[in-house]
Structure formats: C-alpha cells, structure tokens
C-alpha cells in the first residue's frame, strides 16, 4: 500500500494526480497559543480526544437559549448549609490536608481546621478563596485521578509556563483551569 505524498500548504488541487491526499497544515489559536495542525483534503486533523463544535459532550447553553427554564430558584437552607465555609473547608482538608490548604490559602496552619471546627468564620476574601480553590479542587478531579491531579499540579506547564499551583497562587484559578480543560482536550501537549 502506497502512502500519499505530502503536500505543502501552497499545491493546488489541479496539480494533485487523482486519488492522492492533499495534505498541508493549519494554524489554529486557542487560550492564546497558535498550534501547527495537519490537514488533510481541506480537512483539519484534531488531535486525539480533542473537542470540537461537532463533538462536545458538555454544551452549556447560552443565555438566549430557547430552552424554558424555572421561574424561580429556592435555594434551601438545609441544602445551603453545606456549602457554607465551615463545610468547604472541611472537603478542602479531607482531599489535600490541613497544611496544604493554610499554604495554598497563605493563613496560618491552624485556621483551616478552627475554621472546620466552626471556631471562627474565614474573612470574606478567604471565603472567596476558598470557594476558588474548591472549584479548582473539582476540576482536578473530574479530569485526573488523585495521583495525577497531584503530580500536574506540582509539575511544570508548558501552557501555564510554570507550575500549575504556582499561577494558582498568583493568579487565582481561571488559569489553572483552562489548562486542565486543555489537557483533557489533549489539545495541548
């Protein structure tokens, strides 16, 4: 079996013999980042798993959906208690430790667990933390198995160009979460 002849981006169809593959590459952008992608008779090859408009599993709709939606949302309170403070901090230190999230937070290595304890209330900025760095926490786990999620987030990142829980730091988890939807994509090495 014969392999087509590779095609450069600048060959014409009407110089391609019949029934060989016209292949070129395209330039694509994502999250800031132009990626080399082959092509293949006009049609661009994804890489393995990648999701496309065609192939997307997890469609959010958008605000202007026609989909009908509640009139109303009751949150209740029971159901509200646990997302409360003292709830999330208690998951945080289940799944990573106490230490790790008083470094992760910048507090002193006490407070998380005083805060689980209910012995005081995290600050308004260190709720916001702490719903971040749960939020964070899901997507991790949803993408990689705990071993994994703790070796990508303490390794480096070509994407991020540094540790993964180094911008988190720096940065919040916006960041750090494209590039965990990226690589679940495989879109990016």
């Known amino acids: 079996m014969s392999t087509p002849a590779s095609r450069s981006s600048g060959d014409s169809p009407e110089d391609t013999p019949a029934g060989e593959a016209v292949e070129s590459t395209v330039i694509v952008r994502s999250l800031g980042h132009d990626y080399v992608l082959p092509m293949r008779d006009g049609v661009v ?7 496309t408009a065609r192939t997307q599993r997890h469609r959010i709709p958008s605000r202007g959906s026609s989909r009908p939606s509640a ?3 009751t949150i209740k309170e029971h159901g509200a208690a646990t997302y409360g403070p003292a709830a999330t901090v208690t998951r945080l230190i289940e799944t990573l430790g106490n230490n790790a999230v008083a470094d992760i937070l910048g507090v002193a290595k006490d407070r998380p667990g005083r805060w689980a304890r209910g012995e005081g209330s995290p600050d308004t900025n260190n709720r916001r933390a702490l719903a971040d760095l749960e939020g964070l926490v899901g997507h991790l786990l949803a993408a990689f198995t705990p071993e994994q999620a703790s070796l990508w987030l303490g390794g480096a990142n070509a994407l ?8 988190y730091r720096n940065h919040g988890s916006e960041q750090v979460i494209e590039a965990i939807r990226a690589h679940e994509q495989e879109a990016y090495g």
Do not use: C, S, T, W
């Open 45 to 51: 090859i994804a890489p393995k798993g990648a999701v």
């Open 71 to 73: 009139e109303k949302v």
């Open 160 to 167: 991020l160009g540094a540790r993964p829980i180094d911008v």
